[in-house]
């Protein structure tokens, strides 16, 4: 079983920069993707990035060009760097480990979810 421990988030202003960790432990599959979600009041789940253990990433169409995901893959640590920080990216963020293990013909997923932590950009 995977255990993912958040740190980061907070109140920022508009403009400004927080930064999200998120180190997993436990027995995990070394094919992996971790990556960060977020909430919004009354929204659904949404991506934010992700990372895989490759190291290539994704964003939302939101968030490209303010934000940057990275990964220590040795100490199972993604961070999410978020800079110039709108009202609009206010959420609950959840970190996600996803594990892919290899089938014949594709993978079994399964993804373990942190408690999440919560951003809240306000003046």
């Known amino acids: 079983q995977v255990q993912l421990a958040e740190s980061g988030g907070g109140l920022v202003q508009p403009g400004g920069s927080l930064s999200l960790s998120c180190t997993a432990s436990?027995?995990?599959?070394?094919?992996?993707?971790m990556g960060w979600h977020r909430q919004a009041p009354g929204k659904q789940r949404e991506l934010v990035a992700t990372?895989?253990?490759?190291?290539?990433?994704i964003y939302s169409d939101a968030v490209k060009g303010r934000f940057t995901i990275s990964r220590d893959s040795a100490k199972n640590t993604v961070v999410l760097q978020m800079n110039s920080l709108k009202a609009e990216d206010t959420a609950v963020y959840y970190c996600l480990f996803r594990e892919l293990i290899p089938r014949p013909t594709d993978y079994d997923v399964t993804d373990h979810w942190g408690q999440g932590t919560q951003v809240t950009v306000s003046s």
């Open positions: 436990g027995s995990m599959f070394e094919i992996n993707v």
């Open positions: 990372i895989n253990s490759a190291g290539s990433t």
